[in-house]
């Protein structure tokens, strides 16, 4: 079997993270959900146990994630449109509760369009590789989240064109806006997080608006900001904006999950018609990334 020798070599590899400390812990599967009972809330089954538990780190903060209002609207549209599209967004995966839900979402979030994604990470990362060109320079704080971080590797920033400042450090910020390069920039992103996973804190959106308001012309393209509040939207602030609406500011740009507050799974950015439609263009990797022109295998092309 060509895949025994792979396996211990895999095998061994994972051991060794486990011995680092790297590893993950086995998965515990949740085999069941009991509903809430009078003053008693939500509780879970675990396999291997007769216990119910107390879920304490679940994300979906409102728990609209079993409200019957949610789990009907998803089971009206399995039922109209079938378990799932038949194809991706550009080859006439779009439904029209693709295009309903983001207009819903430009409008919940103050922008004039919006364009969803399978998650917030995915959503990241269209993000960075739309915004990303060699006279791009990124300026994000040091706490982002993993999958910003990861996004900006991906989309292929080089280190000269980013700068990190430390976490909500507004003199960090300054002094990384004083460091762009005097030529060569056309365009100039901050990006952070609206409230960090890690920490419970958010941006000063509004400080941040202060900082950067002397640098925003200098740059052909303009400095804009986009903030990432996948733990914001929906549970914080009296409507659910979220660290915006805590900071009475809009950032040019906001990404969100539908993973936590709204109980689904899904990520969304909202801007404007030309930045939505540059994500949808340019959302994948650039050509001279993949594999380069290659021969074309049959299937090529097919989504
Ligand atoms: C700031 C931030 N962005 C993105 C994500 C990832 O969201 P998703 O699960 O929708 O990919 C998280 C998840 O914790 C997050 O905290």
Known sequence: MSLERLSAGLAREVASMQAEGRAKAPERVIVDYLPPQGSRGPRYRLAGSDLDYIRMNSNSYLSLSHHPDVIAAADAATHRFGAGPGAVRFIDGTFQAHVDLEERIAGFTGRPAAKIFNSAYTTNLGVALALQNDRTFWIGDELNHNCIIRAMRIARVPSANKAIFKHNDMAGL???????PATGI????????GV??????????HTIH???????????EGLVTIVDDSHGIGAYGDTGRGTEEICGQRADILVGTFGKAFGVNGGFVSASPEVIEAVRQKAQLPDHDQHGPGPRLPGDGLG
């Open 186 to 193: 056309d365009r100039v992103v901050v990006i952070f997080d």
């Open 196 to 205: 960090f996973s890690m920490r419970g804190d958010y941006a000063p959106i």
């Open 210 to 220: 202060q900082i950067l308001a002397p640098y925003r012309d200098r740059f052909y």
């Open 174 to 180: 300054q002094r990384c806006l004083d460091a762009i």
